[in-house]
């Protein structure tokens, strides 16, 4: 079984551009998460898709993020424009529904703006 | 503010040594798990505890779920240099059982 995937694994942009995180779940899995991680902090939770819907996306830090998971497979997350306390690891996960599931974490995508 | 509390944030042990780190919740967990993650690498489920003062083993990693289910802690029998990396507890707060809540974590250093 093909783990969760990420791409791209590294990102260097300077601030205001845009950029576009991809994740790709384990096949059948339709809870999928993003987590951010900013250096030496705690994994912080930004949002929850249930297939093609966003179930929590409380921990999203502004309207510069976009979170999409058409069609209930991969998801994208979009930060436009980009600031440079968005710099960070950003990690996708997801789990089977169930009550409570393991979620199984992708290597993430780490950003950096400068 | 952050709601799930880990301690310590480093820790250096020599191998052979014990090691443990604790987890505490500013309210009740339904249920806590614990994740490695290795330099370089991503956060690796270990385990998951479900029921109050549930202690789990895992050949010489002991899992402990406080008894009002809001601390729980991870120990390390004889570290090795394989068991380098950082520990997450996480748990979910409010209602949202998929909205999980990561600790700071504890990195772990093994000198051989």
């Known amino acids: 079984e093909a783990g969760v995937t990420q791409f791209p694994s590294h990102s260097v942009i300077e601030k205001g551009q845009t950029v576009t995180l991809r994740c790709d779940p384990i096949s059948g899995h339709d809870n999928l998460y993003w987590y951010r991680r900013v250096m030496g902090k705690e994994i912080k939770f930004l949002l929850h898709f249930v297939k093609e819907s966003k179930q929590d996306e409380s921990g999203m830090p502004n309207n510069r993020f976009l979170a999409e998971r058409t069609g209930g497979t991969y998801s994208t997350l979009k930060v436009q424009p980009a600031e440079l306390e968005d710099s960070g690891v950003y990690f996708c996960a997801s789990s089977r529904v169930g009550l409570p599931e393991t979620q199984y974490f992708g290597p993430g995508t780490r950003l950096l703006v400068l | 503010g952050q709601q799930v509390m880990q301690i310590p944030q480093y820790q250096h042990v020599q191998e052979g040594e014990d090691f443990t780190t604790y987890c505490n919740s500013s309210?009740?967990?339904?249920?806590i798990q614990w994740y490695k993650q290795r330099p370089g690498g991503h956060p690796v489920f270990l385990i998951q505890?479900?029921?109050?003062?549930e202690v789990k083993k895992q050949k010489r990693l002991t899992f402990q779920f406080g008894e009002a289910k809001k601390n729980s802690s991870l120990h390390i029998t004889a570290t090795q240099t394989t068991d380098v990396g950082t520990y997450f507890c996480a748990g979910p707060l409010g209602n949202n059982f998929n909205k999980f809540y990561f600790g700071s974590g504890t990195k772990l250093n093994v000198k051989p």
């Open positions: 309210t009740t967990l339904s249920n």
């Open positions: 505890l479900v029921k109050s003062g």
